[in-house]
């Protein structure tokens, strides 16, 4: 799990995430520098806590190192589990696939946030691209066999995944992990909608992560 100052909501997120699990699992969380409470929060939980530095691919890389299992799971610190994770991945487990992704359910109940999870759902269903918010898993050598994420400052779930469709189809559990809306309620749905739109035909046509980045957090 990499996290940036979410000391506001890492005490709910973490104690979701243990329940889930049922000390079945080991819980590697990956700081990138927080400037609020976030790690001193962190050491109140039976969770490994490393650091790194700041974005996604390179503490999800940084975190895998630490991670002892065959099984890697990639969350987000703001995602819920579904209640039944552990049967899902020991599923995983014997089963011949290499790699996978959760359906998502974004946490607004309101219509325009259900069509933006089915619309999430059936592109990847279709393409075999998967986002972050859909919370990656794979088997540990595969991941090492991929040479892990891209530490790209955005778009490395999608790059990732581009590749990892070459080599194996992923495995999609409609079982929905539950996400936060907020990034489409702070900005807009439709706004929201159309820069994630522009920003991943961007990247397919060749603009840099370091421009989309730009863009994005303008």
């Known amino acids: 799990m990499p996290v940036l100052n979410e000391a506001s909501g890492i005490d709910h997120s973490l104690q979701a995430l243990l329940k889930t699990l049922q000390a079945r699992w ?17 050491a109140a939980y039976p969770v490994q806590v490393v650091t ?9 890389n940084a975190g895998a190192g630490f991670a002892a299992g065959p099984l890697l799971v990639f ?30 359910r974004l946490d607004n109940p309101r219509w325009p946030f259900r069509m933006i999870a089915w619309f999430m759902n059936q592109r990847s269903a279709i393409t075999g691209v998967c986002t972050g918010d859909q919370t990656l ?14 530490e790209l400052p955005l778009m490395e779930d999608v790059e990732f995944s581009l590749r990892a469709r070459l080599q194996a189809r992923p495995l999609r ?5 539950v996400t936060s809306s907020r990034r489409w309620t702070k900005n807009g749905v439709v706004r929201t909608i159309l820069l994630m739109w522009w ?15 730009r863009w994005y957090y303008r």
């Not at 700041?54 to 999800?60: E, P, W």
């Not at 995602?79 to 089963?95: G, V, Y």
């Not at 559990?173 to 992990?177: C, G, L, M, S």
Request: with cysteine.
């Open 26 to 42: 080991q819980v590697v969380v990956c700081d990138g520098g927080s400037e609020d409470a976030t790690v001193e929060r962190l």
């Open 52 to 60: 790194a530095q700041a974005g996604r691919a390179v503490q999800m």
């Open 75 to 104: 969350l987000h610190g703001d995602t819920r589990l579904p209640n039944h994770f552990n049967q899902l991945m020991e599923a995983f487990l014997e089963s011949d696939f290499e790699w996978g992704r959760f359906d998502v």
């Open 137 to 150: 898993f794979m088997r540990r050598d595969f991941f090492q066999r991929m040479g892990g994420y891209a």
């Open 173 to 177: 559990i409609q079982a929905p992990v």
């Open 199 to 213: 920003l991943r035909l961007a990247y397919r046509l060749g603009v840099s992560p370091q421009r989309l980045q």
